[in-house]
């Protein structure tokens, strides 16, 4: 399986310089190598390379490798665009958001991340230092920091590329690791993932993870954002910029929290885990205003990201289930009514007069119809033999 490792690099001024200017330039020629490929219409890598490589090497300043992989960038680009485009994600055909996509290049920002192969980068593991390619000419013992455990996860697991990122002046390395998986053990039984914004987790059998505090975080930075922009002083953009992503990385902290907890408890009591599919719901969902940001600002997709991959690193079955109706449905009695659903935290069966927590109700029939799936997939469709 396949994971990310980020290090910060701790590169002096002079080498910081460079590092950008590489950046700006791979950018640049980027984007001269995205306008060659939408008016020829040529998107493959083969054929674009032969297109655009002596010009990029010669206008751009970039030797043989980064030119190459401003060329594969492109392609990737392109194909990223492609698969959104059928999967609907920039709208239906004839929208003017899926028009609009189609009819101009793939643009670049000037800090957009630049991947880098083992000809333009290694690494010096015990000195935690990097040398890299950068159009001042190789840069050798770039130093960078991170944990003993990525660290490790480096020297033992790294394959592939690795992206030099900026960010607010930061440069960052994000490396590929191919990790081994653990072999999926045959569950005993099934938790069930009830996701929402109240709960943003509920497992029947566990302690709820609650929502509140996430929410008033949430909250509390859109207040603070909304007074400075409103202030508009330089003073209120410097902190603005000093507070960007702040929010992201707090969810993204309670998200993989609650993943590990789940993940751990399914490896301790040898369950698999259900997850209910929400693809799509933010299209679905019809909302009034006010109920907008929070759905919108809603990472039930990252939160089902991190299970997925402590998952499969822990040895632990996941499936994804269809959604349909398990808040309506008793988990008791299997009664379907629209009723049942009291309130947002309360449920009563109207057939049965089962009363319990509308989310742990859910988690149930997520967790019923997880082992269902299950069985589906492991069920031989080979005839019997005569």
Not at 86 to 91: F, K, S
Not at 131 to 139: L, P, V, Y
Not at 237 to 252: D, F, I, Q
Request: charged share 25%; hydrophobic share 40%; glycine share 6%.
């Amino acid at each position: 399986m396949k994971i990310v490792v980020q290090v910060k690099l701790l590169p002096s001024p002079e080498q910081a310089s460079a590092l950008g200017a590489t950046l700006r330039a791979c950018n640049r020629a980027a984007d001269a190598v995205s306008v060659a490929a939408f008016e020829g219409q040529v998107f493959s890598r083969n054929d674009l390379q032969k297109l655009v490589y002596g010009a990029v090497k010669a206008e751009f300043g970039l030797s043989a490798q980064p030119a190459v992989r401003v060329v594969k960038k492109v392609v990737d680009a392109y194909a990223t665009l492609r698969a959104n485009i059928r999967a609907g994600h920039l709208g239906k055909p004839g929208s003017k958001r899926r028009a609009r996509a189609q009819s101009k290049p793939v643009c670049f920002r000037e800090s957009a991340a630049q991947p880098f192969d083992d000809r333009c980068l290694s690494w010096q593991y015990d000195a935690r230092t990097v040398s890299i390619w950068t159009t001042a000419g190789r840069m050798k013992g770039l130093a960078f920091a991170c944990s003993p455990g990525a660290l490790k996860t480096l020297r033992l697991y790294r394959r592939g590329e690795s992206d030099l990122v900026e960010r607010d002046g930061a440069f960052f390395l994000i490396a590929v690791c191919e990790v081994p998986a653990e072999p999926v053990a045959e569950p005993t039984g099934w938790l069930g993932v009830d996701l929402g914004i109240v709960n943003i987790a509920t497992v029947d059998g566990m302690k709820q993870m609650t929502g509140r505090g996430l929410n008033r975080h949430r909250k509390r930075q859109l207040d603070l954002r909304r007074k400075l922009q409103a202030k508009g002083t330089k003073s209120a953009k410097r902190l603005l910029k000093k507070r960007n992503r702040t929010e992201r990385r707090h969810a993204a902290n309670t998200n993989h929290v609650i993943a590990k907890t789940i993940v751990t408890e399914a490896q301790r009591t040898g369950k698999g885990i259900a997850l209910e599919d929400l693809s799509g719901i933010r299209n679905r969902a019809r909302l009034r205003k006010p109920q907008r940001v929070a759905i919108h600002s809603w990472a039930f997709h990252q939160l089902g990201s991190f299970l997925a991959y402590k998952a499969q690193r822990a040895g632990v079955a996941l499936v994804h289930v269809d959604p349909a109706y398990t808040s309506q449905t008793c988990a008791d009695c299997h009664h379907i009514d629209k009723k049942n659903r009291v309130s947002q935290a309360l449920f009563v069966c109207r057939s049965c007069g089962v009363v319990a927590h509308a989310d742990r109700n859910a988690s149930r029939n997520i967790a019923r119809k997880g082992e269902a799936a299950w069985r589906a997939g492991r069920e031989s469709r080979v005839p019997a033999t005569p």
